[in-house]
């Protein structure tokens, strides 16, 4: 595991070791977005990764889908999460914060605005969703952007971005993958727009082109980072050649300058979630498009991150579910112990129970 325990340096930080954790929707938020206090309890006690991800956070209230999920656009949200990003730094680790636009992805009931939720096209998602009030609920039809509010919504990203620095945050992620806002964007049959945003590949990418230009242009590009996820069809969504349409968007982007590009590999359990072929050929496939430095979480295990990191196909390996019940993952990885399972029934349930009262190894 001698990669794995190494130092890196990555955009502006300097990691104690290759470790990264996940970013995790777990829904400890109150209703105005604000992260409740225990919050900082659950990352601090992860910080022994070199690198965590925070959760799916919204850049508005109109980029909130889920009940309970953090938001970072309001005073109280940036005051709660500096008390996080204090708690991780404390203990030596560096900390981005995934900016998460849902799109379509909403429920009304979910959010603190009338609005309605906005999508690229006015196309509705299969499916249902949570929603505290009345359990689960059909999706609604999205409204679909109009061209001359894009600027607006480049602009919200832009904002919480300038935010999530002020809360301590060492960058930012942005999310295009698992089928939120801007990976509606990315793919065929989420994006249906005749405006020069839709249509071809180059169509498709060059909002979320625009967007981390724009990101990168305030708070430095170094700070900067995406998340894709190609041939996951999660969310109800499908893009027809998502090989094709991740390289032309890593292509376009700046990736030399960037953080990192971190990508969420189709799951191999769930071929019927797969339209990217052999998960396996997925890094190979884009790896010559990353310029920088290229993150990957999916089923990670010590081992298969080990060898990725030596290979030099990643530079950090990012593990989603196993942090969630061993606060001290990094050091059972060190010293051998098992690992244990979470308790699923309490991922996005209320509370710190199931969240923040993981035990660690008895010291
Ligand atoms: C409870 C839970 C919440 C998740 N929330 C997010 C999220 O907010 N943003 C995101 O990009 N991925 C999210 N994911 C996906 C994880 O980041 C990760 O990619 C996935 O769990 C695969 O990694 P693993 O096999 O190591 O768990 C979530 C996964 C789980 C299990």
């Known amino acids: 595991m001698e990669h794995l325990f190494a130092t890196a340096a990555i955009g502006r930080m300097q990691l104690k070791n290759r470790f990264v954790m996940a970013p995790l929707t777990r829904q400890r938020a109150d209703v105005m977005g604000v992260p409740l206090p225990y919050v900082a309890d659950y990352y601090g006690q992860r910080a022994g990764a070199g690198l965590l991800i925070a959760e799916g956070t919204q850049p508005s209230f109109a980029g909130q889908g889920y009940c309970r999920t953090p938001g970072i656009h309001t005073e109280d949200q940036v005051v709660a999460w500096r008390r996080v990003t204090d708690a991780v730094h404390a203990r030596g680790a560096a900390m981005f914060l995934q900016i998460m636009h849902c799109g379509r992805i909403a429920h009304p009931l979910n959010r603190q605005i009338p609005d309605e939720p906005v999508a690229p096209s006015a196309v509705r998602p299969a499916g249902q969703m949570w929603t505290d009030q009345q359990q689960m609920q059909d999706f609604p039809t999205p409204r679909a952007l109009e061209t001359s509010e894009l600027p607006a919504l480049v602009e919200e990203f832009v904002a919480a971005a300038r935010n999530a620095i002020r809360a301590g945050f060492d960058g930012v992620e942005l999310h295009a993958a698992n089928g939120y806002l801007l990976n ?25 082109v625009e967007v981390v230009e724009a990101v990168g242009a305030a708070i430095g590009l170094q700070r900067t980072a995406i998340r894709v996820s190609p041939g996951h069809m999660f969310n109800d969504l499908v893009d027809e050649r998502p090989i094709e349409t991740h390289r032309a968007l890593l292509d376009a982007l700046p990736t030399a300058d960037m953080a990192y590009v971190h990508v969420m590999l189709p799951d191999s359990f769930s071929p019927q979630m797969n339209n990217a072929g052999d998960p396996s050929a997925v890094l190979p496939a884009l790896r010559p498009h990353v310029r920088g430095a290229l993150i990957a979480a999916g089923n990670l295990t010590a081992e298969s991150a080990e060898n990725m990191l030596t290979s030099g196909l990643i ?22 112990t098992p690992l244990a399972a979470p308790r699923e029934d309490l991922f996005y349930t209320p509370g710190p129970e199931g969240y923040s009262d993981y035990p660690a190894l008895a010291a």
């Open 315 to 336: 530079q950090l390996a990012v593990f989603g579910r196993p942090f969630i019940a061993n606060p001290d993952f990094v050091e059972r990885i060190r010293t051998g």
């Open 184 to 208: 509606q964007f990315l793919a065929s049959n989420t994006n249906r727009r005749t405006d020069g945003y839709g249509g071809s590949v180059a169509g498709r990418i060059r909002f979320v």
